[in-house]
């Protein structure tokens, strides 16, 4: 079974930083795009940053410049690096992957969200 956990949430003062990291276990043959998604309170879930397995990223126009995601070396491992960060990036952030099991099917994953709050 595949599990993503996510960690590096937090309060934090604007104009701060952050890490966010979401790990990936279980049986994996491999993981293809990857994303990570904010919700804040009253708000639709919006997608933050994207990256796919051949290295290309994508970034909301808000945290263009600011933010960054990237892949451990152990590729099982997503980041978010959060610089910069403003009151209006306050919310849960979630973790999304396509990963194909050792069944080789592809299937979407989600982690439990880990909350950012940026505020002084």
């Known amino acids: 079974q595949v599990q993503l956990v996510e960690s590096g949430g937090g309060l934090v003062q604007p104009g701060g930083s952050l890490r966010l990291s979401c790990a990936a276990s279980g049986s994996i043959f491999g993981i293809g795009t990857v994303g990570w998604y904010r919700q804040a309170p009253g708000k639709q879930r919006e997608l933050v940053a994207s990256g796919t397995s051949g290295g290309s990223t994508n970034y909301a126009d808000s945290v263009k410049g600011r933010f960054t995601i990237s892949r451990g070396n152990a590729k099982n491992t997503v980041y978010l690096q959060m610089n910069s960060l403003k009151p209006e990036d306050t919310a849960v952030y979630y973790c999304?992957?396509?990963?194909?099991?050792?069944?080789?099917?592809?299937?979407?994953?989600w982690g439990q969200g880990t909350q950012v709050i940026v505020s002084s």
């Open positions: 999304n992957a396509a990963i194909r099991g050792v069944d080789l099917q592809l299937r979407d994953y």
